[in-house]
């Protein structure tokens, strides 16, 4: 079901984006954050929770009729099935959308050392008219 979760995340981010979608995976204490970047036109603060709910549509999405409005509800509802969420960031120039779930219970690396979990992984995802790019950063 998570998998499901980051598909429609990042197929969210496909439909707004202008370019390039960033992933980005991260842990923080007893989290793993995953971040949906996007270069599209962001969502605005005030429309940051709305988008959560079934159906909701942004008046610029108007023009997009190739999604239903379902994604980003389904996705919360996933990852709060597994105690996580799915929360609009401060990002930039895009929107940016993480979702956070729990590690494993007895899995969670000790707060003094990272050493299982180096620097955060990037995935960079390049589209254009004949398909999509990804690459890996560090």
Known sequence: MLTRALRNLTDNAARHTRSTIWLTMTTDEDHAVITVDDNGAGIPADQRERVFDRFARLDSDRRDVTGTGL????????????????????????????????????????????????????????????????????
């Open 71 to 138: 994604g980003l509800a389904i996705a919360r509802e996933i990852a709060r099935a597994h105690r996580g969420d799915v929360r609009v960031g401060e990002g930039g120039p895009g929107a940016r959308v993480e979702l956070v779930v729990p590690l494993a219970i007895g899995t969670a690396p000790p707060h003094t050392s990272r050493s299982r979990y180096p620097a955060p992984q990037t995935v960079s995802i390049d589209t254009t008219p004949n398909g999509a790019s990804m690459r890996l950063r560090r």
